[in-house]
């Protein structure tokens, strides 16, 4: 159903900016990487802050929901247009406005895509540490609306630890702008995170500011086979014993992953096993001891294996980005995204492969093991019935193990049913009077992350 | 079986390149050295032949200056390569493939070998020129672009496929030789850990910049690179609105021809 004729009017005459209604070019903000897919109404790429201010206005005064949309790579559906919405394209917004070496900041338009922005800020010994597997792809304003991270995110964190400042139009049009160019503050409850993971349902990202670490002097990949039955409980403690050698990286592929992604990308990993990938962290003068101890610790863990050596580790990251995609050419169509704690994981990898096994579904393993976070991959229909049960009952599980629902990807429109399980009941209503004061319309990519109504096992969902 | 490999520092594919501030070369600050493209299929390929005729070595040979040249070095021996020779580039000197040649020419023709294989081509200059030129510097024949090449320890020669126009030309040759290879028809292979470490200890021997004046006569290059430029940014995609599939296909052609002037 296309705009009535008065608001596609309207539209025109108010928002400075490109407006896209042609169905055919609408098509490729159609849907993300979650196979779900609804065309919007149209596309809007405001051409600046007061365009968007008035873009949000005009959402208010016909009813029309908008979604923000950076790479529309997300997973479970964040930036799937709601149905009858409008997308706001910020992949234009990709300037880079500031970049202070003396304060190790960098402000950004929310449409830099996160591996440009690492080659830019490579002249100046910086880099902003999380790198998604998507990260050719997705832009900084979704890495910080999803609170995406990427392997180095073992030793770096989450995006959540790095946004310093953000500037966004909130769903009533007003500009709001949070944070401190300091590295600490003591001022009352952190309004900044709030916005971070908001999934583009409070705010829409104008300008974020980010925090960066000074680039090592050296990093290498290694890649390990381990045996497909290894106990994560026990192994991780000893692997990560002591602060050296540094691993900035801890990864698992299943050897079907692994095996997978050598097919898919002539990877050159290890044939026929399960793997460790690893990163360290070196200087010239400490990588050979530092590599030495590497060894050591290896074979003081257990791992008999003969490890590889990625020179350039980004290479390996690169590479290991794309093992959703070599699933999906296998079948794949659905990534999930959990975590727990270590002490759990061995309970986690058992419990994923049962109820893969109790629906009669394939599944793959592979996640950032060092952060207890696992991506099983499902060979399911993702819009069956099926996929909706496994679903549930991975998220049912990483609860019962005291792990989190969605570790990095998102709630979106796939997990919405069920984050009364993550923050409870009183949390919901604690998020829910954020979202009326920041967006009362409910124009903010409605349907996603919110409930629609709080849901707890037992209820719709299940 | 001697076998040499030539390799050459390039800057990672991945750094992003731009001129210097006169705009007559290739900015090196902060630019990452590696070795990557058809020097790292050249040096997989002496490897997988050293694997085939057992008592084979394998020496890898790179001129350029310190400290970049040294570490591919490196990386080359932690591959499986057992020896490498640094032949010496001064600070401050701007070679052209002509000058390379004739310095790692001195450098190979310090060792007996039977085959010396090298890049069809580097991926930062893409001259093409070392290969041939080494082997007319040496008084061997060459062959390239092979994208087959194989020992056939019964005849004691090497099986070698080239890529010509629509097919394949198949060779049997003896060595001593020089082979320029295509790129990645081989799976170039990742260091083990403990050859990484290995790597480190090993002593690289190295030709200084004086000898290689010595040998081969006073070395100054006979080209001078006098601009260099980034390709022009692309310019923003063009939609065309259309309702059926053959007014978008007309509006295209229409546009070829009168705005791109593509087609006549
Ligand atoms: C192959 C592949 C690998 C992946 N690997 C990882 C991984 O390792 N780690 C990980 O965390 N994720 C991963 N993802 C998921 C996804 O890439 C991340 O969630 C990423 O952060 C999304 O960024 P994007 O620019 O594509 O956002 P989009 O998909 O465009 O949007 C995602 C969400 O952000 C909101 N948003 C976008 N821009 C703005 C803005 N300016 N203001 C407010 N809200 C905005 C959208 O409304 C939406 O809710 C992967 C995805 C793929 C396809």
Not at chain 1, 18 to 27: G, I, Q, R, S, Y
Not at chain 1, 36 to 54: F, G, I, N, T
Not at chain 1, 315 to 337: F, K, M, N, P
Not at chain 2, 124 to 139: H, K, M, S, T
Request: net charge negative.
């Amino acid at each position: 159903m296309p705009l009535p004729r008065d608001a596609s009017e309207a539209l025109r005459t108010e928002v400075a900016g490109t407006v896209t209604e042609d169905p055919d070019a609408l098509t490729r903000f159609a849907s993300d990487a979650s196979h779900m897919v609804q065309l919007p109404v149209a596309a809007v790429a405001p051409r600046d802050r007061e365009a968007l201010q008035r873009l949000v206005a005009w959402a208010r005064r016909w009813k029309i929901p908008l979604v923000a949309r950076g790479g529309g790579s997300s997973l479970d559906g964040e930036s799937v247009p709601p149905p009858g919405g409008v997308v706001v394209d910020f992949a234009g917004w990709n300037a880079i406005v500031e970049i202070s070496d003396a304060d190790r900041l960098v402000r950004v338009g929310p449409g830099v895509v996160n591996r440009d922005l690492h080659r830019i800020l490579a002249s100046h010994g910086l880099f902003f540490p999380p790198n998604p597997g998507s990260w050719t792809m997705s832009t900084i304003g979704g890495n910080a609306a999803t609170n995406a991270a990427g392997p180095r995110s073992f030793r770096y964190g989450s995006t959540r630890n790095w946004v310093r400042g953000l500037e966004a139009v909130l769903g009533t049009g007003e500009l709001l702008r949070v944070g401190h160019r300091t590295r600490k503050a003591s001022t009352g409850p952190d309004l900044l995170g709030f916005l971070v993971g908001s999934e583009g349902t409070l705010g829409m990202f104008t300008e974020v500011c980010l925090a960066l670490a000074p680039v090592p002097e050296r990093r290498v990949g290694l890649v390990l086979p381990v045996p497909d039955d290894l106990s994560f409980r026990r192994t991780l403690p000893r692997l990560l014993a002591s602060p050296a050698p540094a691993f900035s990286a801890v990864e698992y592929l299943d050897r079907a992953t692994a095996a997978a992604l050598n097919r898919f990308a002539s990877g050159r990993l290890p044939e026929d096993s399960a793997l460790l990938l690893t990163e360290l962290e070196s200087t010239a003068a400490d990588e050979e001891t530092d590599l030495e101890r590497v060894a050591r610790r290896f074979s003081e863990t257990g791992f008999t294996g003969e490890p590889v050596v990625y020179a350039d580790a980004d290479q390996l990251w690169t590479l290991r980005g794309q093992s959703g995609e070599a699933l999906e050419q296998e079948g794949v169509r659905i990534h999930e995204d959990v975590a727990v704690p270590w002490s759990r994981l061995d309970e986690l990898f058992e419990g994923t492969r049962a109820l893969a096994k109790r629906h009669d579904v394939l599944v793959r393993l592979f996640g950032h093991l060092g952060d207890g976070n696992l991506h099983p991959a499902f060979v399911v229909d993702p819009m069956s019935d099926r996929a909706r049960i496994v679903r549930r009952d991975l998220v049912l599980l990483a609860k019962r193990l005291g792990g989190t629902l969605s570790a990095e990807h998102g709630v979106g429109l796939l997990k919405a049913p069920y984050l009364a399980l993550e923050h409870g009941e009183v949390g919901v209503s604690v998020l829910e009077a954020i979202k009326r004061r920041c967006d009362p319309d409910g124009i903010l990519n409605p349907g996603k992350l919110y409930p629609a109504s709080p849901l707890v096992p037992g209820g719709a969902a299940s | 079986m001697e076998l040499l490999v030539l390799i050459k520092p390039v800057p990672d594919p991945d750094t992003r390149l731009r001129p210097n501030a006169a705009g007559t070369a290739l900015d090196t600050d902060g630019v990452k050295w590696v070795l990557t493209g058809y020097d790292e299929s050249a040096v997989e390929q002496a490897l997988l032949l050293k694997e085939s005729a057992p008592g084979s070595r394998v020496r890898a040979i790179a001129f350029g200056p310190a400290p970049r040249t040294e570490e591919i070095l490196r990386s080359a021996l932690a591959l499986g390569c057992d020896t490498a020779t640094w032949v010496e580039q001064p600070s401050g000197l701007v070679p052209d493939p002509m000058l390379s040649a004739n310095a790692l020419s001195w450098a190979c023709q310090k060792t007996p070998f039977d085959l010396l294989v090298v890049g069809k081509q580097a991926l930062d200059d893409e001259a093409g020129v070392v290969g041939p030129a080494v082997a007319e510097r040496l008084g061997v024949a060459d062959y390239g672009p092979v994208v087959d090449l194989r020992w056939d320890p019964a005849a004691g020669k090497f099986n070698l496929a080239r890529a010509v126009e629509g097919g394949l030309e198949r060779i049997t040759a003896s060595g001593p030789m020089v082979v320029c290879l295509q790129q990645a028809w081989n799976d170039p292979r990742t260091a083990k850990l403990q050859n990484v470490l290995k790597a480190r200890r090993t002593t690289i021997d190295k030709v200084s910049w004086a000898e290689v004046q010595a040998g081969v006569g006073p070395a100054v290059p006979g080209t001078r690179l006098t601009s260099f430029r980034l390709p022009p940014p692309r310019t923003g995609a063009k939609m065309i609105a259309f309702k059926t599939p053959e007014e978008a296909a007309q509006q295209l052609v229409r546009l070829l021809r009168e705005e791109a002037k593509t087609l006549p």
